[in-house]
């Protein structure tokens, strides 16, 4: 094994003893939580959310046209999103996390500031 190796292997067991987690995910208490979750599999690891919006968007989606009158041509077709976005307040020592889930499925997840600052 190179020193570089070493290097690199050494700095990733650090972070995993540190327990730094991928970018995309969230610590609920020893259980992760990742990007393509369910909204339940997100219940079940980290409860109630603190805050909760529910809404729906519409957005516009590229389909190609089949048939006999128009084969090959991209058409436009406006489809509904339900969107959910949810915010956790894990206490002071921890930054507030804002979720967002697009018919169900977590999509993005955000640091936010800590509460009370």
Not at 13 to 28: D, E, M, S, T, Y
Request: overall charge positive.
């Amino acid at each position: 094994m190179t020193v570089d190796m070493k290097k690199r292997l050494l700095l990733f067991c650090f972070l995993a003893v540190l327990g730094i987690q991928p970018a995309f995910a969230l610590r609920c208490g020893n259980q992760l939580v990742r990007e393509g979750y369910r909204t339940s599999e997100v219940l079940e690891r980290c409860g109630e959310p603190d805050y909760r919006d529910a809404r729906v968007e519409y957005h516009s989606i590229r389909v190609r046209g089949s048939g006999i009158t128009q084969p090959g041509i991209d058409l436009e077709k406006v489809v509904p999103v339900n969107i959910e976005e949810w915010t956790y307040n894990f206490g002071p020592r921890r930054f507030m996390q804002w979720l967002r889930f697009e018919n169900g499925t977590l999509v993005e997840i955000r640091s936010l500031r800590r509460y009370g600052r």
